[in-house]
């Protein structure tokens, strides 16, 4: 049996609200859609929240998958968009992350970045994400891990596409401070 027709049996028998089916969903999709929380959360308690209003959002809206898309590309999208919903609900983006527009960003240290990066655990990876300021934690992750542009991210916060590349040139130099201090000390 194929992958596709063993998620379509399955998908058909959650939408059913078959709770066996819906368990098999939870523990086939659970370490990739936690993953995609863990990068959005502060600590593991706000990720697992993260995950269960995700997760109760793709159940949901299971009868709404579309075969002819990858199911774990859909499943990914419905939990960054449940994780910016939630965001939406509990903060004020625009209010509190708005940043001068023509801030000139900085864009000359990609290579070493890249370079230290291959050289990181993911656990050591998102430590370091976790130590970003909230708003620029969570532009960068939609950006350099999840592949949206800046202007689906500027539509998504509410920002503008400016203020979504400074995050990301924040983010960078932060890192980058962070990796050149952790690399040094482990050469030592």
């Known amino acids: 049996m194929t992958e596709q027709k063993v998620n379509s049996e399955l998908i058909n028998s959650c939408i059913q609200q078959d709770r066996r089916a819906q368990n098999m969903l939870y523990k086939q999709t659970y370490t990739r859609l936690m993953n995609i ?76 970045f890249n370079e230290y990066e291959k050289q990181m655990s993911t656990d050591q990876a998102l430590s370091m994400l976790n130590q970003l300021p909230e708003a620029t934690r969570k532009v960068f992750a939609l950006f350099a891990i999840d592949d949206y542009t800046h202007k689906e991210i500027a539509v998504m916060l509410g920002i503008s596409e400016n203020t979504s590349k400074w995050h990301v040139s924040d983010a960078r130099k932060r890192l980058l401070k962070q990796l050149s201090g952790t690399f040094k000390t482990e050469k030592v």
């Not at 929240?49 to 774990?72: A, S, V």
Request: charged residues 35%.
């Open 37 to 112: 929380c863990r990068r959005y959360a502060r600590n593991s308690e706000e990720a697992r929240e993260l995950f269960t209003i995700g997760f109760l959002k793709i159940l949901n809206n299971l009868d709404k998958y579309q075969q002819h898309i990858p199911f774990e590309s859909w499943i990914s999208r419905v939990m960054i968009n449940s994780i910016i919903d939630e965001h939406r609900r509990h903060s004020s983006f625009k209010e509190h992350h708005q940043f001068v527009e023509n801030e000139k960003l900085d864009y000359k240290n990609e290579a070493d």
